[in-house]
């Protein structure tokens, strides 16, 4: 799936990329849109989460099977320089996860469903080339701090009564590239970024033998977004 991901952002730059090299001098849309001290927007897109598991011993791997989500947010940008910016990017995640445990001949005790919905609140900085025509790359990275409102924290039960439980407040780094298209009324960018869990996330049961959770040493996520982004 994240090589669907990659080709279909692929296409998308390259149609837009290809228009813009055959043009040797185009008429320059939005000239004075990044002289702004302050910029705004919104994003929608898509995502892929997974997590990364380490382990105490070698007792079998958890499968993750995944799904695509979706994201919405805002964007508030300011401009430091021509080629810096700083942008803080708050939004809305949702995404799914489907766990399986090894040693377990029960579905019913072997799958544990987790889905999730993300409050983001990313800090991140943008490094620009010089505009190119109607068109920018750039690479942007940086920290991020989420809410996780489905992380079944607060609950009493865990997975010997059927519930995966994380820790609501997580942390990560995110790292990506994207391309800002300067159209005739707004600037379009496309982007790919990669989030990696920098906390574990996994709250363990109560029994420290749990053959769910016993033999984790921890549970980062791990995920792919991909954004489109209107300014």
């Not at 990364?52 to 947010?73: A, M, R, T, W």
């Not at 805002?74 to 799914?96: A, V």
């Not at 609501?168 to 982007?191: L, Q, V």
Request: net charge neutral.
């Amino acid at each position: 799936m994240k090589i669907k991901f990659f080709l279909f952002l692929g296409v998308i730059l390259c149609g837009f990329a290809s228009r813009a090299q055959f043009n040797e001098k185009p008429v320059l849309n939005l000239e004075n849109e990044d002289k702004h001290p302050l910029n705004w927007g919104y994003y929608l897109g898509f995502n892929q989460y997974d997590f990364k598991f380490d382990y105490k011993n070698d007792l079998g791997d958890v499968l993750v099977q995944k799904s695509i989500g979706f994201n919405v947010g805002l964007i508030g940008e300011f401009r430091i320089n021509e080629f810096l910016d700083l942008r803080f990017e708050p939004g809305l995640t949702y995404t799914s996860r489907l766990l399986g445990f090894p040693g377990f001949t029960s579905e019913n005790d072997a799958i544990r469903e987790v889905k999730s919905t993300y409050v983001n609140f990313p800090l991140l900085l943008k490094v620009s080339t010089k505009r190119l025509g109607n068109w920018k790359p750039f690479l942007i990275s940086g920290v991020s701090s989420s809410l996780n409102l489905g992380s079944n924290e607060a609950s009493l039960d865990d997975n010997s009564g059927g519930t995966f439980r994380m820790k609501k407040n997580t942390y990560a780094y995110e790292m990506g590239f994207g391309i800002e298209f300067y159209t005739e009324y707004f600037k379009f960018t496309p982007s790919i970024r990669g989030v990696f869990g920098l906390t574990d996330e996994l709250i363990r049961d109560n029994d420290p033998n749990s053959p769910w959770t016993g033999n984790i040493e921890s549970m980062k996520t791990r995920g792919l977004f991909v954004n489109f982004t209107f300014e």
